[in-house]
């Protein structure tokens, strides 16, 4: 036998060889696989029409974000959108509360009171955390009406299957329709869009919808209803938490729900998220991990820091008064729970009562505070009883799921609206003791395993 040419006798030039084909290929390769968060058994049939034509003075694609994560260690696997359609259907039909092996659903409290979300004290709040006795009425908003058009009223009565809902109060956002929808969404999915005056002004300039308050008014695919928001709150902020945490209540024959913040657009079907994220998990709500904070105190701090809340003292009250009575750091003692802050801008519900109470409480003290979820996220979740089951995916999925755009920029570079109040919480009885250092001392030494050196009063602001 001839010997091999001089060029493979040489074994270091041929590893060398090897590696570089192999690193050529996995770069390819990289380069032209999709995102691996996303992973669908077979593919669907996807609506090919544009649902909506915007004018081009409105600009629905300026200021978007980039995606910071191209890939994820915990991909999503999508069923078939026809067996997934199915399933969700079945899911919805046969549900009832007469079924013997379901909880009771929830009882509201009712009356009147010149605040929505009515007047309680950190006391009374707190006593509901505990539901263990299903005949207790829960306090859930509504203590004065929601002010929006019988019309509408009634469409949202008879949504009763999966609910998308949103929100632009203030005109903060722009209104963009979802991609990726299958051929049978529009038909079996309700997608509502509340808005208020100052907004519904912005879309009615741009002739996106008609000033005729007597027809039902479309954006593509979404159904758009004006709140007579100056009737709520003060606050834009805190008017768009009603939707966002009492959706159960304006939808109350729909069984699941996805909330989606206006500055996301969503791009992939919501009955495959629903199906996936919650369905196939076996939770009663989904939400996205936090891409940089795990302890409620991280997120507290940046909110001051970064002025996404202006009453910095509200905010030390609100801490000292979760950590006196019961908020603990994120550790492994809390797992299944990976995280103690989520990304609340995308949040799936199964509407049952173990969720719909979390959506209660954790709006009561959102009312009480203010409107950064965030931060009163973990002490409802922790304190409560029952529990819901929790899916808490990955904040790769999250990026992948929705595209994030940037708030509408107003003039003058200040937060749209300006400060404004909404109302103190708690009484003076039970607000502590003053001091957020002594309230969240040891707080913040679990958190940093050392003695806090500099005074937290300083570090929140």
Known sequence: MGKPPALFQSKLLCFSLLYLFATLFLALYTSLSPAKCLLRSS????????????????????????TARPSCSSPVLFSDYSEAVKEIGDLCANSSWSSPLQPPPLRYK????????????????????????KSVE?????????????????A??????????SAIFNDHDKIRQPRGLGSQTLASVC?????????????ENHNLISPNLRAARRIGAWRIVEVAGERLYGNPAMNGVIPKHLVHRLFPNSKFSVWIDAKLQMVVDPVLLVHSLLVREGADMAVSKHPYYVHTMEEAMATAR??????????????????ENGLQPWSHDKLPYTSDVPDSALILRRHIPASNLFSCLLFNELDAFNPRDQLAFAYVRDLMSPKPRLHMFDVEVFEQVVLEYRHNLKRGGGATGGPRRTKRAGSPESSGNGSFGGGCEKYLQEMWGVNPIVDSLQLIT
């Open 43 to 66: 593919p669907f049939d996807p609506l090919q029409s544009p649902l909506f034509s915007y004018p081009p003075s409105y600009g629905e694609h300026k200021y978007a974000l980039p």
């Open 110 to 133: 009712q009356g009147g009171d010149d605040n929505f979300g009515g007047t309680f004290s950190d006391r009374e709040r707190f006593s509901y955390f505990d539901h263990r006795n």
């Open 138 to 154: 829960v306090p859930c908003g509504f203590f004065k009406e929601f002010p929006i058009g019988m019309d509408d009223r009634q």
């Open 156 to 165: 949202m009565e008879k949504c009763g299957g999966v609910v998308v809902a």
């Open 191 to 203: 997608f509502f869009m509340f808005v208020d005056s100052a907004t519904t002004k912005v879309l």
């Open 306 to 323: 970064w002025k996404k809340w202006w009453d910095v003292d509200s905010l030390k009250k609100q801490m000292e008064t979760y950590c």
